[in-house]
């Protein structure tokens, strides 16, 4: 079997390295690459981890050069777009990595013939509906004001973004379905809960928790999705008691299968 040629941004942060590494791990399968503006960990990457970027697979370029990004994007087969700035406290940063970065990973990869895009969104996107009830019951784990029955958040329902980080990421989500839908690439976007380092923050986070392994796993089944999912959307959540957004549309389309959920990890009352 042909191994796919992937290109990983954001390669030396904590989910580009997750993914990166997972990768590297399986040379039977994957000719990967990563890219990032360093050759050293990211500030959310663990002291503990070692860090491993082999010579010959790491690109250092910045996302918003446009030139520096094609020459990265060359040859491959799939780009996992992880790269970001992940804070959105500035909005030069945003602008910089998150609006025009995306679009230069999108076009590179266009240009140079990249099949699929595979890119990072965000939980950020639906942060909104987590400020209203029931979802916000379900986040501070009041457990008797949660009614039994509940709309599930799906990526079919309007993005409820709260700043610019979250309103950068709908940008990304509308560019991958600009560049599927005129352009005929295959675009799948993920929006990613909270990694907090293989734990939830207790209380609030819980509901929105996502474990290390499962959203590399999300991302590496998203990369390998069949030919005939031209455009979708998933959450990357793992199966937390009160979560509120849905993940059975990924098991269905992509074969997402949680391993964890947040309340393995603390004890909640």
């Not at 994007?73 to 799939?78: A, S, T």
């Not at 679009?103 to 400020?131: C, P, T």
């Not at 599930?152 to 979250?166: K, M, V």
Request: aromatic letters at 8%; a negative charge; proline letters at 6%.
């Amino acid at each position: 079997m042909k191994k796919l040629r992937v290109l990983v941004t954001g390669a030396s942060g904590q989910i580009g390295y997750m993914t990166f590494k997972r990768l590297l791990e399986q040379p039977d399968r994957y000719d990967v690459f990563g890219m990032d503006r360093e050759l050293v960990a990211s500030d959310r990457v663990p002291p503990s981890w070692s860090l491993e970027l082999p010579e010959g697979k790491f690109v250092v370029g910045d996302l918003s050069d446009f030139a520096a990004v094609s020459d990265a994007v060359e040859g491959m087969d799939v780009v996992a777009h992880l790269g970001a700035d992940p804070e959105g406290d500035v909005w030069e940063s945003v602008l910089q990595n998150n609006i025009i970065g995306t679009y230069n990973v999108f076009e590179a990869s266009r240009l140079a013939g990249v099949k699929r895009v595979v890119a990072a969104s965000s939980i950020m996107v639906s942060d909104g509906h987590r400020q209203s009830e029931p979802y916000l019951s379900m986040m501070e784990r009041r457990i008797d004001d949660i009614p039994q029955d509940f709309q599930i958040i799906s990526p079919d329902i309007p993005a409820e973004p709260r700043g610019i980080y979250g309103a950068s990421k709908v940008w990304s989500e509308s560019l991958a379905r600009v560049y599927s839908n005129t352009h005929g690439m295959s675009c799948i976007c993920i929006r990613i809960g909270q990694v907090e380092r293989d734990r939830p923050r207790p209380p609030q986070g819980a509901d929105i928790y996502v474990s290390q392994r499962d959203i590399v796993q999300v991302i590496e089944k998203s990369i390998v999705a069949p030919d005939s999912v031209r455009f979708d959307t998933f959450y990357g959540m793992s199966n937390n008691d009160y979560r509120w957004v849905d993940i059975e549309h990924a098991r269905k389309v992509i074969g997402y299968v949680p391993e964890d959920r947040a309340e393995d990890r603390h004890d909640y009352e």
